[in-house]
């Protein structure tokens, strides 16, 4: 069974640019949640969407930060502008929305902004 | 200056013996517990669950034990291998929301 996937695998940049994150979650799950892991402060979560539709995203860090949900298969984090400091490895995991499910992990996006 | 990052707890243990790795959380109100293995490279990866009406889950060779009282959970893994080197996160969930908050994990090392 495919896992989640998520594009690029690696993604160098100077500051400033936009950046675009991409998640395919599970086939059949209906909640999606992106996270940012870094060293300083673990592993946090950003957003999280149920059944397409945003639910709580007190966790993105500021305007500059915006992610979609277009369809049931797709999701998107962009970051425009993108600062120094935003450098982290991004992580989106799925879940079952029937009961309590555990969420399943992609091998996340290691962003650097130079 | 000096950037001060997360002090990771880690264990050492021989190949072969087992390992027992703690967590500790904040909310009582939480009804909803995970293991994580996270290895180098990757995402975490979804080891076993517990709900808080249970206080003991076994998996393979992998036991997930929870003391609500004292609001302590604990990984226990069995004739421990090196392939179970990572680092390992506890996670909970409160109430009816769907998010999970993770502990900052334990670093494990298997020694041959």
């Known amino acids: 069974d495919a896992g989640v996937i998520q594009s690029p695998r690696h993604e160098v940049t100077e500051m400033g640019q936009e950046v675009t994150l991409r998640c395919k979650p599970i086939?059949?799950?209906?909640?999606l949640f992106w996270y940012r892991q870094t060293m300083m402060r673990g592993l946090e979560l950003l957003i999280y969407f149920n059944n397409n539709v945003p639910i709580d995203d007190s966790g993105m860090p500021e305007d500059r930060f915006s992610a979609k949900m277009p369809n049931a298969s797709f999701s998107t984090l962009k970051i425009q502008p993108s600062e120094p400091r935003d450098s982290a490895v991004y992580f989106c995991?799925?879940?079952?929305?029937?009961?309590?499910?555990?969420?399943?992990f992609g091998d996340g996006t290691r962003l650097s902004i130079l | 200056g000096e950037s001060v990052g997360l002090h990771l707890p880690t264990l050492s243990v021989q190949e072969g013996d087992n390992s027992i790795i703690n967590c500790a959380y904040s909310n009582s109100a939480s009804d909803y517990f995970i293991w994580y293995k996270q290895e180098s490279g990757k995402g975490p990866q979804f080891i076993i669950d517990?709900?808080?009406?249970?206080d003991k889950r076994q998996g393979q060779r992998v036991t997930v034990l929870l003391n609500k009282t004292v609001k302590h959970l604990s990984l226990q893994i069995a004739a421990t291998q090196p392939g179970d080197s990572a680092v390992y996160f506890c996670a909970e969930r409160g109430g009816s929301a769907r998010q999970l908050t993770f502990g900052s994990g334990t670093q494990l090392t298997v020694l041959p």
């Open positions: 086939s059949g799950h209906n909640s």
């Open positions: 517990i709900r808080s009406n249970m």
């Open positions: 995991a799925s879940s079952s929305g029937t009961g309590i499910q555990p969420q399943h």
